[in-house]
């Protein structure tokens, strides 16, 4: 499996996503209608430009739930690893492994910071 297995995936994946698009554009039906190409939300025709400027204090708090959000997902792997980590290695020998429970609390004290930060910038504050 060397450079020829990769390159004939990417020429597999590069062929199945352009026949896709190339079947959609012979099969379906094409209609010139004006209103096809008008911003469209929650069912109400929007008024003046779509362009307007959101407040970042928005953006800042996405990015914060998605940080910790993932932080759930490293989670996870961390405990099915412990669990193993702390099994009687040995008959009759009762030795408890606390690298994992190490790991964890550097890990939580990162995005404890991180948080504390955010706090500390008024990234939290809902506007």
């Not at 994992?100 to 990234?123: D, N, P, Q, S, T």
Request: aromatic share 16%; with cysteine.
């Amino acid at each position: 499996m060397g450079s020829s297995a990769i390159i004939l995936l990417i020429i597999t994946g590069i062929a199945f996503a352009g026949g896709g698009i190339l079947i959609s554009k012979a099969i379906a039906k094409t209609s010139k209608n004006i209103n096809k190409g008008q911003p469209y939300e929650c069912g109400v025709p929007t008024t003046g430009t779509s362009w307007i400027q959101f407040n970042v204090g928005y953006y800042l708090f996405a990015l914060i739930f998605l940080v910790f959000d993932v932080e759930l997902v490293f989670m996870y792997p961390w405990a099915v690893v412990v669990k193993k980590m702390s099994q009687v290695h040995e008959a009759g020998s009762q030795s408890v492994n606390f690298t994992g429970l190490f790991e964890i609390v550097i890990f939580m004290f990162i995005l404890f910071m991180g948080l504390l930060y955010a706090w500390r910038k008024g990234a939290l504050k809902w506007m």
